[in-house]
C-alpha cells in the first residue's frame, strides 16, 4: 500500500509554544488529507479535511484559530498547533487519500506524532 | 458520532479464526462498510471494504447481510500480531470522512 510519512514522531514542547506536524504522502499525490486527535485510550477524532490548495474543513469543536492546517501541495500538508497547552498533548495522527482505480477512496494513515506539552 | 457498534473487547487462540461482528442498522444505500485496524501507537491500517457482496483479500473476509444492517470481519487464521483494535466505520465512497468508534480490542493468545 501507500505509505504516508509523518514528521516529527515525537515531540515535547513547553507551554505557550508553538508546535507544526509535517504529514507527507511519500508515493502517490494525496488529494485530500484528513487530521485526527487520539487522547489515551480512546478512539481516533477527526478533526478537520484538507483539500490542496483550498481552506479545511474542521469539524464541530474544533477551534481553527488554534490548529492550523496547510495543504500547500499534492504530498504535503502541515498542522501547526498554536500556543500549546498541557490539554493539547496527544497523539495526532494525519491520513492521506487518493481516488482509486475501482473509483472508492482509501484512506492511507501516518504513524502519529505524540505531542506532549509540558 | 459513529454509525457502528461493535462489542468492546474479544479474545481468540492463536491459529483459529477470528470472527468480529459490527452492527450497522442505520446505513444508507450509498454507504460502505469499513474495517481499519490499529496497533497500539500506532496509525490505523485500512484491512477491508464492501457495499454489499462479500469480499475477501489476502488479510481478511468480509461478510455482509442481505439486509446490510450488520457484518462480519474474519481473520481465518489469527496470529498474536493480529492483536488490536479493529474499527467498523460506515462511511461514503468518494470522499467521505471516516468517523472512527469505540472499537474491539482483540486479544489473540497463544
Known amino acids: 500500500g501507500a505509505v504516508v510519512s509523518q514528521h516529527p514522531s515525537r515531540v515535547i514542547c513547553k507551554s505557550g509554544t508553538s508546535v507544526k506536524i509535517e504529514c507527507r504522502s511519500l508515493?502517490?499525490?494525496?488529494?485530500?488529507m484528513f487530521w485526527y486527535r487520539q487522547f489515551p485510550k480512546q478512539s481516533l477524532m477527526l478533526m478537520a479535511t484538507?483539500?490542496?490548495?483550498?481552506?479545511?474543513?474542521?469539524e464541530q469543536g474544533v477551534e481553527k484559530d488554534k490548529f492550523l492546517i496547510n495543504h500547500a501541495s499534492l504530498t504535503l500538508s502541515t498542522l501547526t498547533v498554536t500556543s500549546a497547552h498541557p490539554e493539547d498533548s496527544s497523539f495526532y495522527i494525519c491520513?492521506?487519500?487518493?481516488?482509486?482505480?475501482?473509483?472508492?477512496?482509501?484512506?492511507?494513515f501516518g504513524p502519529g506524532t505524540r505531542l506532549t506539552v509540558l | 458520532d459513529a454509525k457502528t457498534t461493535q462489542p468492546t473487547s474479544m479474545d481468540c487462540a492463536e491459529g483459529r479464526a477470528a470472527n468480529l461482528p459490527c452492527n450497522h442498522s442505520t446505513i444508507s444505500g450509498n454507504e460502505y462498510v469499513y474495517w481499519y485496524r490499529q496497533i497500539h501507537s500506532q496509525g490505523p491500517q485500512y484491512i477491508i471494504h464492501?457495499?454489499?457482496n462479500n469480499e475477501t483479500n489476502e488479510m481478511a473476509s468480509l461478510i455482509i447481510t442481505e439486509d446490510r444492517k450488520s457484518s462480519t470481519l474474519i481473520l481465518p487464521h489469527a496470529t498474536l500480531r493480529d492483536t488490536a483494535v479493529y474499527y467498523c466505520i460506515v462511511a461514503y465512497n468518494q470522499g467521505g470522512k471516516l468517523i472512527f468508534g469505540q472499537g474491539t480490542e482483540l486479544s489473540v493468545k497463544p
Open positions: 508515493d502517490f499525490q494525496a488529494t485530500t
Open positions: 491520513s492521506a487519500s487518493s481516488p482509486q482505480g475501482q473509483g472508492y477512496n482509501e484512506q492511507f
Open positions: 464492501g457495499l454489499k
Open positions: 484538507s483539500n490542496e490548495g483550498s481552506k479545511a474543513t474542521y
